[in-house]
């Protein structure tokens, strides 16, 4: 008998947390009259850039705008050529293609070695590429050693940063301050999520960060005058205000993500479930805590007619689907394993210790 169901993520209650708090900045911003841009983004801005401890901190509409923008702002400022090629993971969520194809840009895959991109993936690749995107997949930092490579190489790295608010690296430098400019996206669902849509752009770099501004505020340079071809991305000011009331949890947040993966590495042992090793839990914040199995749906139907929900991150890779069907005769084989295989197990800060050990039951008697 199912007393409770554990579903993969509820985000009423996790939202009902700052309901309080967000109604009161609803009715501040209203009576403000100002509710495009203003001094909330303002506030938003220094405030996230200060916590990621980069310079400049750009709001944008969503995560996909950030990086596309981060691109074309390059091309702007002559740092990219227009149709560049970019290196990118072929493990991640399609927003990351998107942006490049967007951007006018070519797409250039590269395949992972258990999740994140590598050096020598990097070093094997045979195709020139102009710049690469890396992308920060689960909550998990890409190595600073890809970091160095680049570096080494001269060619300018950025990073999608949509899954890894708050990650730190060994050097104590946070997701959002390690590469050249970084995309955030603040999908609900985010470790640091709105209540809707909303992104960001961070960078150390002046020239860049203005020229991003630019380009989200329709290229305009002063009210009437626009010197770039910009889009309409700005960061809702309603947004930015709910926003600074959730960044000062986010820590204590992902620091209970990450003892729920850790008491998941811990305790799940069933020889038709595999996992990552302790290493997965370095520098990540867990934005996804995965499992592998075979059998992907005989998995999940048991996991649902015992109560708990799952997702998938993802189900089918960018290079696979049908409106990137340019891509469609490549093969990467451990990035497509791990989407025909991968299964995300509840784990948000809002989970009871009841409630993992019910999971990691459920999953040990699969
Ligand atoms: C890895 C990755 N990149 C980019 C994005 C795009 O973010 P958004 O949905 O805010 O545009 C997402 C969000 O789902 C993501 O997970």
């Known amino acids: 008998m199912i007393s409770t169901y554990i579903p993969y993520l509820d985000l009423q209650p996790y939202n009902n947390r700052f309901a309080q708090q967000d109604l009161k900045t609803f009715k501040e911003i209203q009576a403000t009259g100002k509710l495009i841009g203003g001094e909330w983004v303002s506030r938003f801005e ?107 190489k001269s060619i300018p790295i950025y990073c999608d940063t949509a899954q890894s608010h708050g990650a730190t690296n060994d050097k104590g430098l946070k997701s959002g301050n390690l590469a050249r400019a970084s995309a955030f996206s603040f999908y609900p669902t985010k470790n640091l999520g709105a209540l809707g849509d909303a992104g960001a752009i961070t960078t150390n770099d002046h020239e860049l960060a203005i020229t991003c501004r630019k380009i989200a505020n329709y290229g305009r340079e002063s009210r009437f005058v626009n010197n770039l071809v910009g889009v309409n991305s700005r960061l809702d000011t309603l947004q930015a205000g709910f926003l600074l009331n959730r960044l000062p949890q986010l820590d204590t947040d992902n620091q209970r993500r990450v003892e729920i993966a850790a008491y998941y590495l811990k305790h799940l042992q069933n020889s038709k479930v595999r996992l990552h090793s302790l290493d997965f839990l370095n520098n990540n914040v867990v934005h996804v805590f995965p499992v592998y199995v075979d059998q992907r749906k005989v998995f999940v139907d048991h996991l649902d007619s015992q109560g708990i929900g799952t997702s998938a991150h993802y189900e089918v890779p960018p290079h696979q689907q049908k409106a990137l069907a340019h891509l469609n005769q490549l093969r990467f084989p451990v990035t497509e394993k791990l989407h025909r295989t991968e299964v995300s197990l509840p784990c948000h800060p809002l989970l009871t210790l009841e409630q993992m050990q019910r999971v990691v039951q459920v999953v040990n008697g699969y």
């Open 46 to 152: 220094s405030a996230f850039a200060s916590y990621c401890g980069a310079s400049h901190c750009i709001g944008t509409a969503n995560g996909l705008d950030a990086l596309t923008i981060i691109l074309k702002a390059e091309v702007a400022l002559g740092n990219l050529p227009e149709m560049a090629k970019i290196a990118v993971p072929a493990h991640t969520y399609i927003a990351t293609f998107l942006s490049i194809l967007h951007a006018g840009m070519q797409p250039i895959p590269v395949d992972v070695e258990e999740l994140n991109l590598t050096t020598q993936a990097l070093r094997q690749l045979h195709q020139k590429y102009d710049a690469i995107i890396a992308v920060d997949i689960y909550g998990k930092l890409v190595g600073d050693e890809v970091y160095d490579y680049a570096r080494e």
